[in-house]
C-alpha cells in the first residue's frame, strides 16, 4: 500500500476506553520535520520487529533527523518502495515477480506471578513468519502465520483444563493480502492490520482492530493486535487522503476461558450464588452482521486531522446474565458482541520540541454490565449507553537521549443509568519515561492510573540489545486498586518477566 505522510494517532474498561501496551524509546528521538515525522504510517508494512511493544511505543523510534525536502513528486514518494519495480516501469517494460522478502522473530517470554499464590503463569513461545513480495508493478502481496506455545501448561497444573486447552498451542494467520495500485487508488483485499489512531498506552481511536487479550494488554503489539479480513480502498490527492473499508467478516477479541489470570471482568454475583459462563456468542456470518467504515484526513500548515465513522459488531462482548433461582441460586453469563456506531477524530502537530497528539471517539450504543442484582427478574444485566471517550498527549524529547510522554484521558457515559459501575465522568492520566543507555541498554516505566480512586498500573522495564538482531528484557507488571477497578481486579497478579527475542 502507498505510503502517506500522516500520523494515527476497546473496550470495556471502568477506567479507559481500553490499553495497549507500553510505550517509546527516549534516546531514539521523535524526528524534527514534518516528511520525517510522519514517513511512515502503515504498520502492516513494517517488519515484524518494528510492530512490537517498542515500535508502539517508541522504543525502536528512529535518532532524530535532519530536516527532510518533502518529494518533488508522487512518483518519487514512493520510488524506495521496490527498485527493481520502479526501474521496470520507467523503462515502459512489463515488470515480472520479485523474488520474496522473508521476516519474522522467535521470542521467548517466562513469567512468574505473586502473591497469592505465587505460581508460573507463562512460558510462552512465539514464532512468527512472514513473506512479501511483487507480481507486477503494480500488485504485491504478503503472507504470514504465527505459531504459539506456552509450556506453563505443560509443565504445571494450576489452571483449568479448558484454559490449558485455550491457551497452550495456536496456530494464528496474520497478515495475507494482496495489494493493487491503480493511478491515485490503492486497493488491500485480505486479512490486514487497520490503525485508525494509536496513543501511548491507550486505545481510543483504534476502533478497527481486534486484540487477544487473554494475557490483559501486557504483550507486545503486533502479538496483542488480530488483524482483520477486509476490503480496503485508499484515494489519494495532494493533501487529502480518504479511505473505504468494509469487513465482511469480523476478527474479535479473544478473551480467553473463565479461570485464566487475565479472563475478561463481570460484577461479582451477590452472595450465596454461584456462576456458570456459557460459551460465546459470535455474529452469524450474514450481510447485516458485517462492519464498514470511511475516514477522512488531511494535511494543512503541518496539523495533521482525520474524521472517521465506523459501524460494527463490537469486537470487545458484552457480559449479558440470567438468574436462576432453582434448584440452586445461580447467575449464568454468556458473552455476546452487538452493534455499535462510533464516530471519532484524531490530530496530530509537531511543535519541534514537542508533539500534540489528540483523539476523541463518541461510541452510540455501548452495552454495560449491571452491577445490581436487587432485581432478579432482570432481562439481561445489561444496560446501553452512549459514550464519549477522549484523550490529549505531549510527547517531549530535548533532553538528550530521553522521551517523556503525558497524557490526559476521560470517558463520559450520557445520562448514566446508577446501576453500572464507572462513574459519569472516568478520568486518568498516564506518564512513560524512557532513557536509553548507550547503543545497546535502556529503560522506561509506564504508569497508567485513574483519577477517580486509587487504581493503577506501574510497568518498569530494562531492555539489553546484546548482539545484532537479538534483545534481552527484564520487567515488572504491578496492579492496584478496588475489586471493581480496572486494574485493581488483577491486584493479587503482580509479575515479574522476562524476554529473549531473536528477528531476522
Do not use: C
Request: hydrophobic share 40%; proline share 6%; no cysteine.
Amino acid at each position: 500500500m502507498r505510503v502517506r505522510p500522516s500520523l494515527r494517532i476497546i473496550g470495556r474498561a471502568v477506567l479507559l476506553a481500553s490499553l495497549s501496551v507500553p510505550a517509546a524509546s527516549a534516546a531514539d528521538a521523535l524526528p524534527k520535520s514534518r516528511a520525517a515525522l510522519f514517513a511512515d504510517d502503515e504498520p502492516a508494512a513494517t517488519p515484524a520487529a518494528e510492530d512490537s511493544r517498542e515500535a508502539l511505543f517508541g522504543d525502536d523510534l528512529p535518532a532524530r533527523q535532519q530536516t527532510v525536502e518533502p518529494p518533488s513528486s508522487r512518483d518519487s514518494l514512493f520510488a524506495g518502495d521496490d527498485l527493481q519495480s520502479s526501474a521496470m516501469a520507467a523503462a515502459g517494460t512489463a515488470a515480472i515477480a520479485s523474488p520474496p522478502a522473508v521476516k519474522g522473530f522467535f521470542q521467548n517470554r517466562m513469567a512468574y506471578t505473586w502473591p497469592n499464590p505465587s505460581h508460573w503463569s507463562e512460558m510462552m513461545n512465539h514464532f512468527d513468519l512472514s513473506a512479501q513480495g511483487r507480481l507486477s508493478s503494480n500488485v504485491k502481496w504478503k503472507l504470514g502465520a504465527r505459531v504459539d506455545y506456552d509450556a506453563v501448561y505443560s509443565l504445571t497444573d494450576f489452571y483449568p483444563q479448558s484454559v490449558e486447552n485455550d491457551q497452550r498451542f495456536n496456530f494464528l494467520l496474520r497478515e495475507n493480502y494482496l495489494d493493487i495500485s491503480a493511478d491515485n487508488w490503492d486497493f488491500r483485499l485480505g486479512r490486514q492490520q487497520i490503525v485508525w489512531g494509536e496513543m501511548v498506552g491507550l486505545f481510543f481511536g483504534d476502533v478497527v482492530s481486534a486484540k487477544d487479550v487473554r494475557h490483559f494488554v501486557l504483550p507486545e503489539f503486533e502479538i496483542l493486535r488480530i488483524p482483520q479480513w477486509a476490503a480496503r480502498a485508499e484515494y489519494f490527492k495532494d493533501d487529502f487522503h480518504a479511505e473505504f473499508l468494509w469487513i465482511p467478516l469480523a476478527s474479535y477479541d479473544n478473551i480467553g476461558k473463565p479461570g485464566a489470570q487475565f479472563f475478561a471482568y463481570t460484577p461479582p454475583p451477590p452472595p450465596g450464588f454461584q456462576t456458570v459462563f456459557l460459551n460465546e456468542r459470535f455474529p452469524s456470518s450474514s450481510l447485516s452482521n458485517t462492519n464498514y467504515g470511511l475516514r477522512l484526513s488531511v494535511l494543512r500548515d503541518g496539523w495533521d486531522v482525520a474524521a472517521f465513522a465506523y459501524s460494527s459488531m463490537s469486537a470487545a462482548p458484552t457480559f449479558y446474565r440470567q438468574v436462576i433461582d432453582n434448584p440452586q441460586p445461580t447467575v449464568v453469563y454468556e458473552a455476546r458482541h452487538k452493534r455499535i456506531d462510533q464516530f471519532g477524530t484524531t490530530l496530530a502537530k509537531d511543535f519541534g520540541s514537542m508533539v500534540l497528539k489528540a483523539e476523541a471517539v463518541y461510541t452510540r450504543g455501548r452495552g454495560f454490565e449491571l452491577n445490581n442484582f436487587s432485581s432478579l427478574g432482570d432481562a439481561d444485566g445489561v444496560v446501553e449507553q452512549n459514550v464519549l471517550g477522549w484523550v490529549v498527549g505531549l510527547d517531549y524529547n530535548e533532553i538528550a537521549d530521553t522521551r517523556i510522554n503525558v497524557q490526559l484521558f476521560q470517558q463520559h457515559i450520557f445520562d448514566r443509568d446508577p446501576g453500572i459501575i464507572p462513574e459519569t465522568n472516568e478520568n486518568g492520566y498516564s506518564l512513560l519515561v524512557n532513557h536509553k543507555f548507550g547503543d545497546k541498554v535502556e529503560a522506561q516505566v509506564l504508569w497508567i492510573s485513574s483519577l477517580n480512586r486509587s487504581d493503577w498500573m506501574l510497568r518498569p522495564r530494562v531492555s539489553w540489545n546484546f548482539e545484532k538482531n537479538w534483545r534481552a528484557a527484564v520487567g515488572v507488571d504491578i496492579f492496584h486498586g478496588p475489586p471493581l477497578g480496572y486494574f485493581g481486579r488483577y491486584d493479587a497478579n503482580d509479575r515479574v518477566y522476562t524476554e529473549v527475542r531473536y528477528s531476522f
